[in-house]
């Protein structure tokens, strides 16, 4: 269990303290109609981990008594989550940011073909995996007929005014690398998609995040089967830049998994690195209706170089010079 964590030998990654909490990310669930290469949830069609009604009530309640003002909806396929609309639709009369994080392929899948237009309906943000605007590179990492589906998810979405200049409604693409290395400076990369994707296919978008591959869960394990992952650890405490510490995700935002336990970020949920706050083994969601995080120590290990090297990575892909995530989606992956 979580092999790829005790492999690590430990390159002392500095100590860093919570600011104030503005979003959540919740763990609808590890069920995802894709296994990809680069997951770092090692999700796939055969896990079972679903988020309970009740769990998604202690979220609507969490939402109104931390005063959260972005909530960030991952899996796993959020959306294969039978209560992911009712928790859109609470949040969404709230007056809160609702991000999902898509990867295009659902659109597709059967009982999906409404998906959609609820989406554009309630306002939501979506933040769509495409590691490249080639079909070869794609289907390598995703799995094969992974574009094809990828490019009509996003046609469908473009119909419905995703992408489109003045229709309020955010299109985010997100790029991974193939392989152990760094991502490419986000600006030129996002100049290539919108100029390849646009006269190939006639799709649009409004930004591209690059986001360095986390070197855990399957990922990790293929590092490690290929002899790759001290050389992948070396190069990201080699790239590390103590300017992106201050807007790293963990700093604003609190991970939460398909059982309401808590974590400083969906990178630590995977490894089973709870939040550590009042001596608890596991601090559940329900637990800190009430209590203010600033100041909180975060649980740091040596796979957070993944967000601090070279450009700096979060959910929000690349950070600036300043150490914010560029431009949308700094506290949200």
């Known amino acids: 269990m979580h092999q790829t964590l005790h492999l690590m030998r430990s390159r002392g990654f500095p100590h860093l303290r919570r600011k104030a909490l503005d979003t959540l990310q919740v763990n609808l669930g590890y069920k995802c109609n894709q296994a990809c290469f680069h997951c770092h949830v090692n999700a796939s069609p055969d896990r079972k981990e679903m988020m309970a009604g009740e769990t998604i009530d202690q979220v609507i309640a969490f939402l109104d008594a931390a005063r959260i003002t972005t909530l960030d909806l991952t899996g796993g396929a959020p959306e294969l989550n039978a209560h992911f609309r009712r928790l859109v639709v609470a949040a969404r009369k709230r007056g809160v940011r609702v991000i999902d994080r898509c990867n295009l392929t659902i659109l597709s899948e059967p009982g999906q073909e409404t998906l959609a237009g609820f989406l554009a309906q309630q306002g939501v943000e979506i933040t769509a995996s495409l590691p490249c605007y080639s079909q070869d590179n794609v289907d390598k990492q995703r799995g094969e007929g992974v574009f094809e589906k990828s490019i009509a998810g996003l046609k469908q979405l473009n119909a419905q005014g995703y992408g489109q200049a003045g229709s309020g409604l955010t299109l985010n693409l997100v790029f991974n690398p193939q392989g152990a290395k760094l991502p490419p400076p986000q600006e030129a990369l996002e100049a290539d998609y919108h100029r390849l994707l646009e006269a190939n296919f006639g799709i649009v978008f409004n930004h591209l995040y690059t986001i360095t591959n986390m070197p855990i869960q399957r990922f990790g394990s ?22 992106n510490l201050e807007s790293v995700m963990c700093r604003t935002l609190l991970s939460v998994d398909h059982l309401g336990f808590v974590y400083d970020c969906d990178f630590n949920q995977m490894l089973g690195l709870p939040l550590n706050h009042g001596g608890r083994m596991k601090t559940h969601l329900t637990d800190l209706m009430d209590v203010d995080l600033t100041g909180n120590p975060i649980v740091v290990r040596d796979h957070c170089y993944g967000c601090t090297a070279g450009q700096g990575s979060s959910c929000g892909g690349a950070l600036d010079s300043e150490g914010r995530a560029t431009p949308a989606l ?3 992956e």
């Open 222 to 243: 293929t590092l490690v089967s290929k002899g790759e992952f001290e050389g992948y650890m070396d190069l990201l405490v080699s790239s590390f830049q103590a300017a």
């Open 330 to 332: 700094a506290a949200a």
